[in-house]
């Protein structure tokens, strides 16, 4: 995987693969830092990868990796001291995704979200010491991608259901049969709430996440559907924080569509 993670005083970008996790200026040109991960005595046993990337509580980056645990850096403003400042070790399975607040966290919601193959998602309160706030235990079926904005957990699902949660509680507000196959990616537009995912079923839906103001339950709207013929979407993203435009692509597709 790879990822853009946004700090006040500078932008990596950060790439994960089975060796390690590698970090870059913005631009690619240096590379600021590598953390290779540890191969086991029986390679055969397991494959060993990394997956999941966000920037969390303004200094660190958490990546995830195959053995469920989460690696915490600590990232200097400027230069290459980055160090592994702790392991979250709250998952069984690999990590599938790893998510942040993109809005206003509500008093008492966790501010990062990490998702593993057996669907458990785990709620956590980032800052000097990061904190375990809830743990939502999966159904047996794989949690492929998660978002967090505004305190709603938005996850995909390998079944090709997307469900929402509060951040705060871990309840459960909503369940939509949203495709027909795997869910592979879900973006999210930070200013807007527009929900964006794609799946194996060649289709790339448009939603939006709202609050009601009264109530303040958790509400999601359809707004758009785009069928990608013939493709197995993997990968779809917003291009702009408005949720205007989006971009898609697809397996042995070497384009990548914008809507």
């Known amino acids: 995987q790879a990822a853009w993670c946004e700090f006040p005083s500078r932008v990596l970008l950060v790439l994960t693969s089975q060796r390690g996790v590698q970090m870059y200026e913005s631009d690619g040109s240096t ?7 540890d ?11 990394a997956r999941g990337i966000a920037a969390a509580g303004g200094r660190f980056v958490c990546v995830g990796t195959s053995s469920g ?21 709250q998952h069984r399975d690999p990590i599938t995704d790893i998510a942040a607040e993109q809005g206003q966290a509500p008093d008492g919601a966790g501010d990062l979200v990490t ?10 309160s980032t800052g000097e010491e990061f904190t375990l706030l809830g743990k939502i235990p999966g159904s047996g079926c794989t949690c492929s991608s998660v978002t967090l904005w505004n305190g709603i957990v938005a996850a995909g699902y390998g079944n090709g259901q997307i469900r929402l949660w509060e951040a705060g509680s871990g309840q459960i507000r909503a369940q939509v049969s949203a495709h027909a196959r795997w869910i592979y990616a879900l973006d999210l537009a930070p200013l807007t709430g527009k929900l964006l ?4 079923d060649s289709f790339v839906h448009v939603w939006q996440l709202s609050r009601n103001p009264d109530t303040a ?9 785009e069928c990608v013929t013939d493709t ?6 917003f291009c702009d924080p408005a949720g205007d435009t989006f971009a898609v692509t697809g397996y042995d597709l070497s384009e990548i569509l914008c809507y």
């Open 197 to 200: 995912s794609g799946a194996e």
């Open 31 to 37: 590379m600021v830092f590598w953390h290779a991960l």
């Open 69 to 89: 645990a989460v690696l915490v850096f600590d990232i200097p403003p400027k230069g290459t001291n980055v160090t592994l400042s702790g392991i979250l070790e």
């Open 232 to 237: 197995q979407v993997c990968g779809a993203r």
């Open 115 to 124: 998702a593993d193959d057996s669907g458990t998602l785990c709620l956590w």
């Open 217 to 225: 339950d958790i509400e999601i709207q359809h707004c758009h559907a």
């Open 39 to 49: 191969v086991p005595e029986h390679p055969a046993a397991h494959s060993v990868f």
